[in-house]
C-alpha cells in the first residue's frame, strides 16, 4: 500500500492493518498494539522523512504467515542515526517543535513482538513490525 505522507493518512493505515489483523485472529489488545505501532511508524515518516511542503509517499507492505502477521513501513527521506536516536531521552525532538522520535520507537519496542527500525541518513527508514498470532488456548476437560 502507498499512501500520501501527511498526517490525514495515518488512519488509512490504522484502519487498513486493524482489518486485517481482525481476520488473522488476533485480540482486541493485541489489535490496538499493531495500530499503535503501525501509527508511531508512519507519523515518524510523517514528522521527519521528508522536508516540509514536500508530497511524498509511506509504502506499508503486510505478509501474512502462518504464525506471524509482517510489516514493513518505509520512506525514501532523509533518514537519520538509529544508534544516536535510540540513545536520546525520548522526550529530546531531532527537530525543534515536534515530538521525539524515542518514544514512538519505544512504544513499537515494548507493543510489538519484533521491532527493527533500519535507516540511513539520506536514504530513507524501514521499520519491520512482527506480531506473533495468539496461540488457541483448549479447555481441558
Given at each position: 500500500?502507498?499512501?500520501?505522507?501527511?498526517?490525514?493518512?495515518?488512519?488509512?493505515?490504522?484502519?487498513?492493518?486493524?482489518?486485517?489483523?481482525?481476520?488473522?485472529?488476533?485480540?482486541?489488545?493485541?489489535?490496538?498494539?499493531?495500530?499503535?505501532?503501525?501509527?508511531?511508524?508512519?507519523?515518524?515518516?510523517v514528522q521527519y522523512a521528508y522536508e516540509d511542503g514536500s508530497l511524498n509517499l509511506i509504502e506499508i507492505d503486510t505478509y501474512l504467515h502462518p504464525t506471524f502477521l509482517e510489516i514493513i513501513v518505509r520512506d525514501s527521506g532523509r533518514g537519520f542515526d538509529v544508534a544516536h536516536a535510540l540513545s536520546?531521552?525520548?522526550?529530546?525532538?531531532?527537530?525543534?517543535?515536534?515530538?521525539?522520535?524515542?518514544?514512538?520507537?519505544?512504544?513499537?519496542?515494548?507493543?510489538?513482538?519484533?521491532?527493527?527500525?533500519?535507516?540511513?541518513?539520506?536514504?530513507?527508514?524501514?521499520?519491520?513490525?512482527?506480531?506473533?498470532?495468539?496461540?488457541?488456548?483448549?479447555?481441558?476437560?
Amino acid at each position: 500500500m502507498q499512501l500520501p505522507c501527511t498526517s490525514e493518512f495515518v488512519g488509512v493505515a490504522r484502519l487498513a492493518l486493524s482489518g486485517i489483523a481482525t481476520r488473522m485472529n488476533f485480540t482486541v489488545e493485541e489489535i490496538e498494539d499493531i495500530k499503535i505501532s503501525v501509527s508511531e511508524a508512519c507519523t515518524n515518516c510523517v514528522q521527519y522523512a521528508y522536508e516540509d511542503g514536500s508530497l511524498n509517499l509511506i509504502e506499508i507492505d503486510t505478509y501474512l504467515h502462518p504464525t506471524f502477521l509482517e510489516i514493513i513501513v518505509r520512506d525514501s527521506g532523509r533518514g537519520f542515526d538509529v544508534a544516536h536516536a535510540l540513545s536520546q531521552p525520548a522526550r529530546e525532538a531531532p527537530v525543534p517543535g515536534k515530538m521525539g522520535l524515542g518514544l514512538g520507537l519505544t512504544f513499537m519496542r515494548n507493543l510489538m513482538d519484533v521491532s527493527e527500525v533500519m535507516s540511513e541518513p539520506g536514504r530513507g527508514t524501514t521499520v519491520r513490525l512482527v506480531k506473533n498470532v495468539p496461540t488457541p488456548t483448549h479447555a481441558s476437560a
